[in-house]
C-alpha cells in the first residue's frame, strides 16, 4: 500500500537549518512528481514545493531563496532542504504526490522560535 514516512523535523531558533526527508513507497516513485505540503496551526495545508520526475523545481513565493527540494528516485526517497528558517515556517511537514493521494503520512512537526 501507498505509505509515506517524514523525518528530520524538530525545534531550531530563527535563522537555522533542517532538512527532512520522506521515504515514499507504494508507488512508483521515479514517474512521478512529488511535493512537500505544510499546515500551520489553524491553517490548511499548502504545497510548499514540487519536484518533477526529472528533477524541474517549483516554489511557493515565501519559501523561495530558502528552501530546496531534491529527490533521489534510487531509494525512493525526497527531501527538502530548509534555510534561513522562519516563524511563520513553524507548521508539520508533509509530503505526497503532486496531485495528492489520500494516503498521508504522520507529518514532521517543524519548530522555528523567534
Known amino acids: 500500500q501507498v505509505q509515506f514516512v517524514e523525518s528530520g523535523g524538530g525545534l531550531v531558533q530563527a535563522g537555522g537549518s533542517l532538512r527532512l526527508s520522506c521515504a515514499a513507497s507504494g508507488i512508483t516513485f521515479s514517474l512521478r512528481r512529488m511535493g512537500w505540503y505544510r499546515q500551520a496551526p489553524g491553517k490548511q495545508r499548502e504545497l510548499v514545493a514540487h519536484?518533477?520526475?526529472?528533477?524541474?523545481?517549483t516554489y511557493v513565493d515565501s519559501v523561495k531563496g530558502r528552501f530546496t527540494i531534491s529527490r533521489d528516485n534510487a531509494k525512493n526517497t525526497l527531501y527538502l532542504q530548509m534555510n534561513n528558517l522562519k516563524a511563520e515556517n513553524t507548521a508539520i511537514y508533509y509530503c505526497?504526490?503532486?496531485?495528492?493521494?489520500?494516503?498521508w503520512g504522520q507529518g514532521t512537526q517543524v519548530t522555528v522560535s523567534s
Open positions: 505526497n504526490t503532486y496531485a495528492p493521494m489520500d494516503h
Open positions: 519536484i518533477s520526475p526529472t528533477a524541474s523545481t
